[in-house]
């Protein structure tokens, strides 16, 4: 099971206060400044994959983590699925090695923005100068790096969605989560993970591999639920980018 180093303790509790704002449930839909705007606004909020039936996208948080990513990429590697990685720009300064090895394990980026603040009352000058500033990093760490998308912190869109969409992001929502900032019981989390894929089939899948603390129980939940899934044919893909 998880006897993992001790260490995980000292990280200080501020950090998992921050992480775990996401009481909000997924916005379905949308609710950025392109929603009504008919069909294909480059500003709307995608929360599924392109394919119908027994299709998912996998989506991990908050890192990179220097406890719990490396992990996670061999169970990725292992399984051969390619996920989305929403990073937090204080962590891809202390981790920036993470960040190549996930965009060499064929992962994709996503702008997580520089500090997961909340956004919700930020003007768009202001979004759009952490975004650049986060992407610009991402650049300096990983050149030339596709970031193809970015998600708000805490699902508190604001005014991110236009200015994403304006920066060439698509807005990364999602589906459902394994509310995984609750408990890193790894039988919760896999029991979850299994219901909630299976009840939402085409979805994004919100998990966190971060911020740097204890995502064990995460790992395990994937390293345990993705190969019984793909054994009956499930396939993981990239969510959709419509616009
Ligand atoms: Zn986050």
Redesign the pocket.
Known sequence: MHKRSLRRLAVPAMLAAI?VG?AAPAQAGGAGPGQGQGGKAAAEIVTGTKLEGRTAALTF??GPNPYDTPRLLEVLKENQVKAVF?L?GDFVKQNPELVRQIVAGGHTLCN?TMN?DNLAAWTPEAIREDLEATSALLHEVAPNVPIPYF?A??GAWGQSPQVAADLGMQPLGWGFTIEDWETQDPDVLAERLETRLRANPGAVALL?DGPAMDRSGTVEAVARVIPELKAEGWRFHQPDRRG
């Open positions: 992480a996401l948080d908050d929403c937090w997580h997961h998600r912190p805490y966190h």
